[in-house]
C-alpha cells in the first residue's frame, strides 16, 4: 500500500512538472498584448514583469518577446547604477543570446552580436572589461559574419580597439595595418552598396521624374547611412594618424615581402599603404608594384605603376597607366574613385583643367558622391588671381566656385559663404556699374558667370 501510494504521489509531481513546462496558449497571447501596450505607452517599467514571466515560460512564442526586451532592459539600464545596471547590461546580451537560440534566422550574428560588444564598450567601466576582451569580442563576431557587421559605430569601435592594443604593445603593427586595411575594404563595401542604391533615385529625378513619398525616405535613409560611414572613414584614419608612416610600413612590409611576393592580397595592401603614405620613393615600393602586376594584372596594379611613373616624373607615361587603370575597370563605383583619385593626383600637381576632367567624370560614375565639385571649387578660388583680366573679373572667379561649391550639398555650404565672402561686394557691383552683366573667365576656366544683381 505505503508503495503504491509512493507511486501515485511520483506520477502527481510529474504531472504537476509537465504542467508547469507547458505554455499556456491564451495566457501568452494575453501577457504579450500586455506587455505590448506598456511599451507603446512607454510605461517600460510596468513591462517588466509580464516581459520577463513570458520569456521563461514560452522564449519561443514570438519574436515580439526580444524586440520589447530590448526596449525595456535598455530602459532599465539608462535609469539604473551600480550593480543593478550592471546586471541589467548582461540580461540584455543573455536576452540577445536567447534570441539567437530560438529564431537564429531572424538574428543575424553581425547585427546582434556587434549591439552586445558596443553595449559592452559603452559601459566597460561598469562591467570591468579590458581591451582585450572587449576586441575579441568584436573579431569573432567580424569572423563570424562579416556580411552582416555593418554598424558604422562599431567599426570604428573595433579598429580603435585595435589600435589601443597595439599602443598598449599588445598587437604587432602587421596587425594593426591588417585590420585597418580589414575595416577601411569594409567601409568602402558598404558606402558602394548605399552609393548604388542612392544612384537609383538621381538617375530618376534626372531623367524628370518626381520620388514618391517612400522613395524620398528611402534615399535620405541610404544618404544618412553613406554620411554616417563619411564620418568613419575619417575617424578610423585620424585614429591610425602616424602610426602608419614609412618609418613603419617599409621596414614591415621588407620583412614580409620574401614570404609574400605570390600573396596578391598582401601585395595589394603594401602596395595601396605606400601609395597612400607617399613612400612611393622607396626601391621597395617599385618591387611590391611590379610583382603584383606581374602575378594579378589588373585596374589596382596599373594605377600602381600610374603613381610609380609619376614619382619618377614620366608624366606622359603615368597617365597612360591611369588611363589603363580606368580602362580595365568594369565597376562603376571603383571607376569613379579611380576618376577622383587621379584627379586629385593631377591637383596636386597643379594641373587643374586635366583633373576637372577626371573630377566630372568621377560625378557622372558615381553621382551620390558629391565631394569631387568642392575639389573643382577649390582649383578655381586658387586660380583666382590668374583667371582674371581685373581686380573686379580676378574676384568674380569666387562665384564660379561658389556655384560648384553648392553643387555639393551640406558638405559644400560652408566653403559658398567662404567663397561669397571674397567675390565683389554689392558696393563692388555698384562701383563698377557692373550689375547683371556676363563675364568671360579665361585661362584653364574657360567659363562665364553673371554679375548678380543688386
Same mark, same amino acid.
Given at each position: 500500500m505505503k508503495q503504491n501510494i509512493t507511486l501515485f504521489l511520483s506520477f502527481l509531481f510529474l504531472g504537476l512538472n509537465i504542467g508547469f513546462a507547458q505554455s499556456d496558449p491564451e495566457k501568452d497571447v494575453v501577457q504579450l498584448s500586455l506587455v505590448d501596450q506598456f511599451v507603446k505607452a512607454g510605461d517600460f517599467n510596468s513591462a517588466y514583469t509580464p516581459f520577463m514571466e513570458l520569456r521563461k515560460r514560452n522564449p519561443k512564442y514570438s +519574436?515580439?518577446?526580444?524586440?520589447?526586451?530590448?526596449?525595456?532592459?535598455?530602459?532599465?539600464?539608462?535609469?539604473?547604477?551600480?550593480?543593478?545596471?550592471?546586471?541589467?547590461?548582461?540580461?540584455?546580451?543573455? +536576452?540577445? %543570446?536567447?534570441?539567437?537560440?530560438?529564431?537564429?534566422d531572424k538574428?543575424?550574428?553581425?547585427?546582434?552580436?556587434?549591439?552586445?560588444?558596443?553595449?559592452?564598450?559603452?559601459?566597460?567601466?561598469? +562591467?570591468?572589461?579590458?581591451?582585450?576582451?572587449?576586441?575579441?569580442?568584436?573579431?569573432?563576431v567580424y569572423k563570424a559574419d562579416k556580411d552582416s557587421f555593418t554598424n558604422p559605430q562599431s567599426l570604428y569601435t573595433y579598429f580603435s580597439l585595435m589600435v589601443d592594443l597595439y599602443d598598449a604593445g599588445t598587437k604587432p603593427a602587421e596587425d594593426l595595418f591588417n585590420k585597418?586595411?580589414?575595416?577601411?575594404?569594409?567601409?568602402?563595401?558598404?558606402?558602394k552598396n548605399y552609393s548604388e542604391k542612392v544612384n537609383v533615385y538621381l538617375e530618376k529625378e534626372e531623367a524628370g521624374t518626381a520620388l514618391t513619398?517612400?522613395?524620398?525616405?528611402?534615399?535620405?535613409?541610404?544618404?544618412?547611412?553613406?554620411?554616417?560611414?563619411?564620418?568613419?572613414?575619417?575617424?578610423?584614419?585620424?585614429k591610425l594618424g602616424e602610426r602608419a608612416?614609412?618609418?613603419? +610600413?617599409?621596414?614591415?612590409?621588407?620583412?614580409?615581402?620574401?614570404?609574400?611576393?605570390?600573396?596578391?592580397?598582401?601585395?595589394?595592401?603594401?602596395?595601396?599603404?605606400?601609395?597612400?603614405?607617399?613612400?612611393?620613393?622607396s626601391p621597395l615600393y617599385f618591387k611590391i608594384v611590379n610583382a603584383y602586376h606581374e602575378l594579378s594584372p589588373s585596374s589596382k596594379s596599373a594605377y600602381f605603376l600610374a603613381v610609380l611613373k609619376d614619382r619618377e616624373g614620366k608624366t606622359s607615361e603615368a597617365l597612360q597607366f591611369y588611363d589603363q587603370a580606368i580602362s580595365l575597370e568594369t565597376d562603376n563605383f571603383k571607376k569613379a574613385k579611380l576618376y577622383k583619385l587621379i584627379g586629385s593626383k593631377l591637383k596636386s600637381k597643379g594641373r587643374y583643367a586635366q583633373a576637372?576632367?577626371?573630377?566630372?567624370?568621377?560625378?557622372?560614375?558615381?553621382?551620390? %558622391?558629391?565631394?569631387?565639385?568642392?575639389?573643382?571649387?577649390?582649383?578655381?578660388?586658387?586660380?583666382?588671381?590668374?583667371c582674371g583680366d581685373s581686380t573686379f573679373n580676378k574676384r568674380a572667379v569666387y562665384w564660379l566656385?561658389?556655384?560648384?561649391?553648392?553643387?555639393?550639398?551640406g558638405a559644400g555650404a560652408k566653403y559658398v559663404e567662404s567663397y561669397i565672402g571674397r567675390a565683389p561686394s554689392k558696393q563692388d557691383i555698384f562701383s563698377a556699374g557692373n550689375e547683371g552683366k556676363v563675364i568671360n573667365i579665361g585661362c584653364w576656366i574657360g567659363a562665364s558667370v553673371t554679375v548678380p544683381k543688386l
Amino acid at each position: 500500500m505505503k508503495q503504491n501510494i509512493t507511486l501515485f504521489l511520483s506520477f502527481l509531481f510529474l504531472g504537476l512538472n509537465i504542467g508547469f513546462a507547458q505554455s499556456d496558449p491564451e495566457k501568452d497571447v494575453v501577457q504579450l498584448s500586455l506587455v505590448d501596450q506598456f511599451v507603446k505607452a512607454g510605461d517600460f517599467n510596468s513591462a517588466y514583469t509580464p516581459f520577463m514571466e513570458l520569456r521563461k515560460r514560452n522564449p519561443k512564442y514570438s +519574436l515580439a518577446i526580444y524586440s520589447n526586451g530590448e526596449k525595456i532592459l535598455g530602459d532599465k539600464i539608462e535609469k539604473s547604477t551600480g550593480a543593478d545596471k550592471k546586471a541589467f547590461i548582461e540580461d540584455l546580451v543573455k +536576452l540577445w %543570446d536567447e534570441r539567437a537560440e530560438h529564431f537564429a534566422d531572424k538574428t543575424p550574428k553581425g547585427v546582434f552580436g556587434t549591439r552586445a560588444c558596443q553595449l559592452m564598450y559603452d559601459n566597460k567601466d561598469v +562591467l570591468g572589461k579590458t581591451n582585450t576582451e572587449l576586441y575579441d569580442c568584436f573579431d569573432a563576431v567580424y569572423k563570424a559574419d562579416k556580411d552582416s557587421f555593418t554598424n558604422p559605430q562599431s567599426l570604428y569601435t573595433y579598429f580603435s580597439l585595435m589600435v589601443d592594443l597595439y599602443d598598449a604593445g599588445t598587437k604587432p603593427a602587421e596587425d594593426l595595418f591588417n585590420k585597418y586595411d580589414d575595416i577601411t575594404e569594409k567601409i568602402e563595401e558598404e558606402v558602394k552598396n548605399y552609393s548604388e542604391k542612392v544612384n537609383v533615385y538621381l538617375e530618376k529625378e534626372e531623367a524628370g521624374t518626381a520620388l514618391t513619398g517612400k522613395e524620398e525616405r528611402f534615399k535620405q535613409s541610404y544618404q544618412s547611412y553613406l554620411d554616417a560611414y563619411d564620418q568613419v572613414s575619417a575617424g578610423v584614419d585620424q585614429k591610425l594618424g602616424e602610426r602608419a608612416n614609412c618609418e613603419n +610600413l617599409i621596414p614591415l612590409y621588407e620583412k614580409g615581402f620574401e614570404d609574400n611576393k605570390e600573396n596578391a592580397v598582401w601585395l595589394q595592401r603594401a602596395a595601396g599603404k605606400m601609395s597612400e603614405k607617399e613612400c612611393t620613393d622607396s626601391p621597395l615600393y617599385f618591387k611590391i608594384v611590379n610583382a603584383y602586376h606581374e602575378l594579378s594584372p589588373s585596374s589596382k596594379s596599373a594605377y600602381f605603376l600610374a603613381v610609380l611613373k609619376d614619382r619618377e616624373g614620366k608624366t606622359s607615361e603615368a597617365l597612360q597607366f591611369y588611363d589603363q587603370a580606368i580602362s580595365l575597370e568594369t565597376d562603376n563605383f571603383k571607376k569613379a574613385k579611380l576618376y577622383k583619385l587621379i584627379g586629385s593626383k593631377l591637383k596636386s600637381k597643379g594641373r587643374y583643367a586635366q583633373a576637372r576632367g577626371y573630377y566630372r567624370n568621377a560625378l557622372k560614375f558615381n553621382p551620390s %558622391d558629391l565631394t569631387p565639385y568642392l575639389s573643382i571649387a577649390a582649383m578655381y578660388a586658387d586660380s583666382a588671381n590668374d583667371c582674371g583680366d581685373s581686380t573686379f573679373n580676378k574676384r568674380a572667379v569666387y562665384w564660379l566656385a561658389a556655384e560648384e561649391a553648392r553643387k555639393a550639398g551640406g558638405a559644400g555650404a560652408k566653403y559658398v559663404e567662404s567663397y561669397i565672402g571674397r567675390a565683389p561686394s554689392k558696393q563692388d557691383i555698384f562701383s563698377a556699374g557692373n550689375e547683371g552683366k556676363v563675364i568671360n573667365i579665361g585661362c584653364w576656366i574657360g567659363a562665364s558667370v553673371t554679375v548678380p544683381k543688386l
